[in-house]
Each structure stands twice: as structure tokens, then as C-alpha cells.
């Protein structure tokens, strides 16, 4: 079936240092893929979007490129501020037949000032 | 403005009670959505609706009915409420064709 891997949490940091969260995905199917992001006491909200191979996505300093080889879909940022302190969600759209959204399992990352 | 919202964002219940959680949007977005959030696993989808009268199965639907009786609104129930539904409930609509989906503030419910 389709699913999502991420890294698990809770991620500690410094401020100023760089972020990577990893995301494998599996699915049959021509996915779109996102990055969500939850900050405390919300409902997730988008942070990015690509629906193509080989595209990357970006949104307030974050990036991530659909690797179709690799089947991943890493986010990064080069320098992280205590205001990114949030969970953050690798998900998939596994086709355009389906409205379906599958979630990961979330990645808490904290960032300490 | 807040486009989803939920209701209510509390909730305590007994075990064996009936419990309706309620979603409204104003997103005019056909599609509606509720998922369960619990650490570990992340946000998992219960029942979804693509309009109004509808609904469908989602990954985990056990123990959980929705209705979509309007455009608006899509709830989320619990006829016999079990501790295991303790947890934060989420409302999401979603535009098909730009497939992004906007959640609501969650729900958090305890069941004792």
C-alpha cells in the first residue's frame, strides 16, 4: 500500500544550524508530495507542495526535492530559528484518481535559542 | 477569518456515551475530511466526504460514523465512546483539484 517513513523525533537544535528530515515514501502510483507543518495548539497547515518528479518545493527558508529514484522527499533548511520549533508531516497524494491524503508520522523538531 | 472550525474543542465523555464531534468551512471546498492524531502516529484518517450526503471509509473507521448533511458542515461520531478514542480529533477541506487541505484547530477528547 502507500505509505510514508519520516525521521523519527524529537529533533534538537541550536539555533543558526542546519535541519534535515528525512522522508521515504512507497506507493505504485504518480504521487504528489507535501510538507506539512503543526505549530503548537493548531491544525497542520502546508508548508510546501511538489507534484512532480524531480521538482523541488520551498517556503520560508525550507526546501525539498521529489526524488523519484530514491523515492524521497527530504526537507532542509540551511539555518533554523527558534520560531521553526514545530511537528513537521511528509505526506503523499498517491494519484489524481484519489483525494486521499497519507500523513506521516511526524517529525517534533525544537529549536533552542 | 477562520475558514474550518471545530466544535467542540474540549470534550470529556464516559465510556459507553455517545459523542458528536462538528466540523463547519467556509472554504466552499467539496471535499471535508476527519483525522485522529496520537504520538506515534501521526494523523490518521477516519472518514472523508466528497459533498454534501456523502461519505467514506477511511483508514481507520472502526467505532466511527460521519455525516455530511450540507456543504459546510461534516461531523464526526462516536455512538459508544471506548478510552481508546481518547485523542485529538482534526477537521480538514480540501479543494480537489489543488489537492492542499486546511485543517481546523483540532478537538481534543477524553474518554474515561
Known amino acids: 500500500g502507500d505509505s510514508v517513513t519520516q525521521t523519527e523525533g524529537p529533533v534538537t537544535l541550536s539555533e543558526g544550524t542546519s535541519l534535515t528530515v528525512n522522508c521515504s515514501y512507497e506507493t505504485k502510483q504518480y504521487p504528489t508530495l507535501f510538507w506539512y507543518v503543526q505549530y503548537p495548539g493548531e491544525g497542520p497547515q502546508l508548508l510546501f507542495k511538489?507534484?512532480?518528479?524531480?521538482e523541488k518545493g520551498s517556503n520560508r527558508g525550507f526546501e525539498a526535492t521529489y526524488n523519484k529514484e530514491a523515492t524521497s522527499f527530504h526537507l532542509q533548511k540551511a539555518s533554523v530559528q527558534e520560531s521553526d520549533s514545530a511537528v513537521y508531516y511528509c505526506a503523499l497524494r498517491p494519484s489524481s484518481n484519489t483525494n486521499k491524503v497519507v500523513f506521516g508520522t511526524g517529525t517534533r523538531l525544537q529549536v533552542l535559542p | 477569518e477562520a475558514a474550518v472550525t471545530q466544535s467542540p474543542r474540549n470534550k470529556v465523555a464516559v465510556t459507553g456515551g455517545k459523542v458528536t464531534l462538528s466540523c463547519n468551512q467556509t472554504n466552499n471546498h467539496n471535499n471535508m475530511y476527519w483525522y485522529r492524531q496520537d504520538t506515534g502516529h501521526g494523523l490518521r484518517l477516519i472518514h472523508y466526504s466528497y459533498g454534501a450526503g456523502s461519505t467514506e471509509k477511511g483508514d481507520i473507521p472502526d467505532g466511527y460514523k460521519a455525516s455530511r448533511p450540507s456543504q459546510e458542515n461534516f461531523s464526526l461520531i462516536l455512538e459508544l465512546a471506548t478510552p481508546s478514542q481518547t485523542s485529538v480529533y482534526f477537521c480538514?477541506?480540501?479543494?480537489?483539484?489543488?489537492?492542499?487541505?486546511?485543517f481546523g484547530p483540532g478537538t481534543r477528547l477524553t474518554v474515561l
Open positions: 480538514a477541506s480540501g479543494d480537489g483539484d489543488n489537492y492542499e487541505q486546511y
Open positions: 511538489v507534484p512532480k518528479a524531480n
